[in-house]
């Protein structure tokens, strides 16, 4: 039943951003979904949206279900239990057409409420005082990301492992693309609000002491204080692409 | 002024003529000087001894003091003795730390014209607007300048009384991710963007969020703790991310140092010596740095945050692993990488490959085993790609202890350390000369000094060299020994093996109560030395009635004795069994073995110097824990 709030901000930032010309559309994966979950979506079909029933069983391969499956220039991910703000779309896509180089963009703020109550700021990768090192310890970034397609076509989430010893697809993700050269920066002025629950798939994963699948981000920060190309074999977004998110 | 100068007392004006002391900087640095109406110099004079205020930014007094221990016995305050007597004495002198308001304009947090603007009763006084906030302001909950909120900084935080709240920000605050400022902004796209979609939930619309909010916590994600400042300093040392990573508890004179500094150099040799970083991670102790070969770099935990926790070195290692994602990893008895391993090897297995080297058990004061081993090698192993044993005795005992499954077994890798090319140039011994029998070692319970001293007192027939340091106790009963019994010389402690007059001995005695195979041995051989030793642990791997005299009933004198004595009757038998040690050594403490070994072996994971072309991800482990595979590219 929680879906309710989030599908229906969902459709108030939608419709905020028809007004401003852009044309949305709705992709629902259900992911092993409760029954509630799934009759809460179709009480929406009327917003004609597409819905996907999956069984990965892991957020990762949602995800890049879902990339594989959208139609539009830009994608922007939103959970089931989260809020957008209304602005949300119409911002982020304003700010994904000044640039021309492979950026995700983040809101400025996360309300966090339900068991918690804080307000959580992203950080701009190109502010002076970013600091590297600190995002192999802490994600700044949740996961409701908004960006070309084409960035997240090139850029699969890395699939979660809790027995392995890994979760926390999202910080992976931010990690990967970051050394594959991709910026992570803020839509100023915008806000999403982010539903803590009292049981949740991060506290499982803390449960387990898990933390990010292996990625050369900080090898790669490294190599990059000495020019130096990064290790991995897949190249970094070329100039082709940033031509097509222009 | 000259007139005021000729006023004052000799001392006084030899202070104002030094330059030394700065009365505006000592205003400032001692605020309390200026409200309670103290003459700076009179203050500085009657305090200056304790607890030594500085004079100003030039002279820190007590500094001074520790530095010499002449101006710390006078009793006299540091500037005064400097200027009398310190600097016809060279007395080096240094800066004085900032001061708080030094520190306050280093932050650029306080604004004069914007100070002065906001307090028009400053500017109507003259009162300098800095000396104004220290004195008065700051007490008075006045803010500084516009990116420094006093009252909301000291509304927030109620855990700030009586301090200066900038300053606290400056020292503490601002690293433990408080707000210097209200944080408008934030609060208003959080209010914007819950006003715009409340009505839907009604974990929003039931209470208002904002109701407190002064009081809700405004967080970025930048870590802040000791640990945190810890990895990024210590990632600003690094430039190159290095295919090995060797994790030692410290780098001093001891047996496993010399062990981790062969395996260090081999992969220096083999890789260069940007390939390999030695991490010292449970004391701040390298007094055997020089172990290291040429370039190799070496990072200590402890140097780059001395007040790091047993857990935040563990946290720390975890990250450095997962962070420069060596290509293999080697723990040479650091107890926090043991840690480290235990508590997050089922993922770090996926990052590196994890090597360890175990020696042999170890026992507590009270007796109890206690080593590496026993506290984590069943955890361990299933993570680890190898382990390396400098004896296979010890593989035999723990295989059996422990029940080691036939695949886990395979791990388990006998690595014999190379003995060390050493020049001999042993004197022989003449005719009815004694035999001289060198001793050296740890004075600890392990190494059983008190049989050594037993076997020394009831022969009068040999001299004994005895060498080292450790128990206190057992430092004074040999140097008694040494006094009350003239073949007995106890030298005391020596740095290392190839530093002992070797060549003036004919046996090395050795006592130990249990082992591996000690490296002393290895040198004690290749020095040419007849070698008697307790067979304990792996040393029968080595010594037997071939190439030395092996005791089997380790603790009895009588048994050592008889050994000396057969090596003092039969010269031409112990030179026999001199040689059959040198082929042993030859043959299987050799160079070119220890480096293939670790080359090749565990043969599934390749051994600690296998380093594949392509550095990241190369290998899988199986998730049920079984040896990692490396998968070429």
Known sequence: MLAKSSIASLVRSIAHAEQSGFAVEVLVILDRSETVTRQVISDHSSYQFRIVETDFGDPARARNYAISQAKGKYVAFLDADDLWGVNWLTQATLAAQSRHDAVIWHPEVCVYFGSAHHIFVHLDMEEPDFCPSGLMIENYWTALSFGAREVYLQNSYPETDLKAGFGYEDWAWNMLTISRGVKHKIVSGTGHAIRRREQSVSRDTLSVQAGPRPNPYLVAYLQSKQNRPPPISEAPLDMELADDLS | ?633
Not at chain 2, 385 to 391: E, R
Not at chain 2, 401 to 414: G, I, N, R, W, Y
Not at chain 2, 558 to 564: E, M, P, Q, T, V
Request: charged letters at 20%; proline letters at 6%; aromatic letters at 10%.
């Open chain 2, 1 to 633: 002024m000259i007139r005021l100068l000729k006023s004052m007392s000799f001392t006084r004006r030899r202070i104002f003529a030094s330059g030394l002391f700065d009365v505006d900087w000592y205003k400032l640095a001692h605020p309390y000087v200026v409200r309670d109406k103290i003459d700076p110099l009179t203050h500085f004079l009657r305090h200056g001894s304790r607890p030594r205020p500085a004079p100003s930014r030039l002279f820190h007094a007590g500094r001074y003091l520790g530095d010499s221990a002449l101006a710390s016995r006078s009793r006299l305050n540091p500037l005064v003795h400097y200027l009398a007597y310190g600097k016809k004495l060279n007395i080096p002198i240094h800066q004085a730390p900032a001061s708080g308001a030094d520190r306050i304009l280093e932050s650029g947090l306080f604004d004069s014209n914007w100070y002065l603007r906001e307090n028009p009763d400053v500017l109507a006084n003259g009162y300098p607007p800095l000396l104004h906030y220290m004195v008065h302001g700051a007490l008075e909950g006045r803010s500084p300048g516009p990116d420094f909120d006093a009252k909301w900084y000291l509304h927030r935080y109620p855990d700030i009384v009586g301090i200066n709240p900038l300053l606290h920000y400056i020292d503490f605050g601002q690293e433990e991710g408080r707000t210097a400022v209200r944080p408008e902004r934030v609060f208003s796209i959080a209010r914007e963007t819950i006003a715009g979609i409340e009505d839907l939930d009604p974990d929003l619309y039931a209470t208002d969020y904002f109701d407190d909010i002064d009081h809700i916590d405004v967080v970025d994600g930048r870590p802040r703790t000791r640990m945190a400042r810890a990895f990024e300093k210590l990632i600003a040392t690094i430039d190159t991310p290095p295919k090995a990573i060797v994790f030692l508890p410290w780098l001093v004179h001891g047996g496993a140092d010399l062990v981790a500094a062969h395996a260090i150099r081999a992969m220096s040799d083999k890789h260069g010596s940007e390939s390999v970083v030695a991490v010292i991670c449970d004391h701040d102790r390298l007094e055997a740095i020089h172990l290291l070969p040429k370039g190799v770099k070496h990072l200590s935990l402890l140097q780059i945050e001395p007040n790091l926790s047993h857990v935040e070195r563990i946290e720390l290692i975890d990250l450095i692993i997962r962070g420069l994602r060596p290509s293999t990893v080697l723990n040479v008895n650091s107890r926090s990488c043991w840690d480290a391993i235990k508590r997050y090897g089922n993922r770090l297995q996926n990052f590196t490959r994890l090597y360890a080297m175990l020696f042999c058990p170890d026992f507590s004061v009270s007796g109890r085993r206690s080593g590496y081993a026993d506290l984590y090698l069943r955890q361990c192993l299933p993570f680890l790609a190898g382990v390396y044993f400098d004896n296979s005795s010890y593989i035999d005992q723990l295989t059996q202890q422990f029940s080691v499954p036939a695949e886990l077994q395979s791990k388990l890798v006998t690595l014999y350390q190379p003995a060390p090319n050493v020049a001999r140039n042993n004197t022989s011994r003449h005719g009815n000369s004694r035999l001289r029998v060198m001793w050296a070692g740890r004075l600890m319970p392990q190494k059983n000094v008190d049989l050594l001293m037993r076997i020394a007192e009831q022969t009068q027939q040999f001299e004994f060299h005895i060498w080292g340091r450790g128990s206190h106790a057992l430092e004074l009963q040999l140097s008694d020994l040494s006094r009350r019994i003239p073949y007995i010389h106890f030298h005391g402690p020596f740095e290392r093996f190839e530093a002992l007059p070797t060549s003036n001995y004919d046996v090395l005695l050795y006592t130990s109560l249990w082992d591996g195979l000690p490296n002393v041995l290895l040198e004690a051989a290749a020095a040419g030395l007849t070698i008697v030793a307790s067979n304990v642990g792996g040393i029968s791997e080595l010594i037997d009635g071939s190439t030395g005299w092996l005791v089997n009933i380790s603790d009895e004198a009588s048994h050592y004795i008889d050994a000396l004595s057969e090596i003092a009757m039969h010269p031409a038998e112990a030179q026999r069994r001199i040689d059959a040690m040198d082929e042993r050594l030859a043959a299987r403490h050799n160079w070119e073995r220890y480096q293939r070994v670790l080359t090749q072996e565990p043969t599934v994971s390749k051994g600690f110097l296998y380093v594949s072309t392509n550095d990241y991800g190369d290998f899988k482990c199986s998730p049920g824990g079984n040896a990692c595979q490396i998968v070429d590219s």
